[in-house]
């Protein structure tokens, strides 16, 4: 029997349902990404893809570090404000927010994983060894 997890992020089991339809199907941009950041590549941290986090599915979140990934694609320059209030909604939970283009991604992915690397750090330093 499958844990429900909906009441622990606060989601609907439409939500959750939404979710796996995305992840069923996702975007060049979001498997070249996902290929990088699955089974703890980066930095030994853990990933989650098409997460659902409240009303919202983030293309990918670090839960660990409340941190989401979001990847844009060309609608999203015609949603501004939709987007701005959606991260806005999401920082209000306490998740910190990096969007991507589909173009970064796709041609530039280790500038894209070294600003991954860098918000995880800041967000979760090492601890010293002293």
Not at 46 to 61: E, H, L, T
Not at 95 to 107: H, Q
């Amino acid at each position: 029997m499958r844990k429900d997890t909906s009441r622990i992020r606060g989601t609907t089991p439409e939500v959750e349902q939404a979710a796996r339809r995305l992840r069923q199907e996702p975007t060049r941009a979001e498997v070249c990404l996902w290929q990088a950041l699955r089974r703890r590549q980066l930095a030994g941290l853990k990933f989650r893809f098409q997460y659902p986090v409240g009303r919202f599915i983030a293309d990918f979140c670090c839960p660990s570090l409340k941190l989401i990934i979001e990847i844009d694609g060309g609608i999203h320059d015609r949603q501004k404000p939709y987007d701005e209030a959606r991260t806005q909604q999401l920082q209000a939970f306490g998740y910190r927010v990096l969007r991507f283009s589909n173009k970064e991604v796709l041609t530039n992915l280790p500038n894209v994983l070294t600003q991954i690397h860098h918000q995880a750090k800041t967000d979760f330093p090492p601890e010293s060894g002293g």
